[in-house]
């Protein structure tokens, strides 16, 4: 037992840390996905990034970043509402067959600067498709582990153009939870969000859309349905990667695949509202 001056120095510790433990750095500890839904817009799943808690009381800017689902969907009208609601840029990251079946109606929008960068190389369309082969046996967060060893350098692309871009960029795959969801999981981990947050923006993907997707699981087979989640699981074992391979950084995978240091910096500073 350790006295300073008639204290108990090891009790006053243990008092700082429950302190701590219930008031410090609140900011981490009141996130709800719900409040980042965006429902007057028809896009399936989308979400503001912004408004996400981060360490030193931070939070995401709003404003600046958007998420869905694909946008083939949609009317003129409510592609119309979608430019109208502020976005600039589009970001597809469907693969070609994807977007050779079901073009995407922002690549022909005259003022919308769109990009086609592919986070999957096959067709989830097709059963038979030796990417979905693979999905039958393994873990979505086992594909996510894929995207960040063998597409590093298109992730890199990504992040470049959310960093060049000026006004609301959107970017979207098919459902907007899987390759959408592990571009948002690296933004919030540059920009300092926790794990456990990280993993509530991901699993609460199929709550959001569990209706749209419900007859679409009961036209695949069974060991193929777990695709349609968005189970905790998988960004646990994606994250669990990045701690195991990169010490937990987002910016040692992107940095191994070209992207620096300055625009690293860059990216936190247009994310980070302090």
């Known amino acids: 037992m350790i006295l300073l001056d008639g204290l108990n120095v090891n009790l006053v510790l243990d008092r700082i840390q429950t302190l701590y433990s219930a008031y410090g750095d609140k900011n981490l500890n009141t996130y709800n996905p719900d409040t980042q839904l965006i429902k007057e817009l028809a896009l399936i799943n989308c979400r503001e990034l912004g408004g996400m808690p981060l360490e030193g009381s931070r939070t995401f800017r709003n404003g600046i970043f958007l998420r869905s689902g694909s946008p083939e ?47 999957l190389n096959g067709n989830p369309n097709d059963t038979r498709d030796e990417t ?3 999905i039958r046996t393994h873990t979505l967060g086992d ?31 098919q459902h907007g939870k899987d390759r959408t969801g592990v571009t948002a999981a690296l933004l919030y981990l540059i920009c300092g969000a926790s794990r456990e947050n990280i993993i509530t923006n991901y ?7 569990k209706d749209f997707l419900a007859p679409l699981i009961n036209r695949v087979p069974e060991d193929l349905r777990h695709a349609f989640r968005s189970d905790a699981s998988n960004m646990v074992k994606f994250l669990d990667y990045l701690d195991s391979k990169w010490n937990g950084s987002a910016e040692k995978l992107l940095t191994f695949n070209g992207l620096t240091t300055e625009e690293i910096e860059a990216l936190k500073e247009k994310c980070i509202v302090c």
């Not at 009317?75 to 977007?99: C, F, H, P, S, W």
């Not at 582990?145 to 795959?173: P, Q, T, Y």
């Not at 699993?203 to 859309?209: A, D, F, L, N, P």
């Open 143 to 173: 594909y996510y582990i894929i995207i960040a060893e063998e597409m590093g350098d298109r992730l890199v692309k990504i992040m470049r153009i959310l960093l060049n871009s000026e006004g609301l960029v959107l970017f979207h795959c």
């Open 132 to 134: 979905m082969d693979y």
């Open 73 to 119: 969907w949609l009317n003129q009208d409510e592609i119309r509402q979608v430019i109208d609601y502020g976005v600039k840029t589009v970001i597809d990251l469907r693969g070609d067959a994807e977007v050779m079946q079901s073009p995407n109606p922002f690549a022909s929008e005259s003022g919308i600067i769109f990009h086609n960068i592919p986070l």
């Open 203 to 209: 699993k609460v993907s199929y709550e959001y859309i």
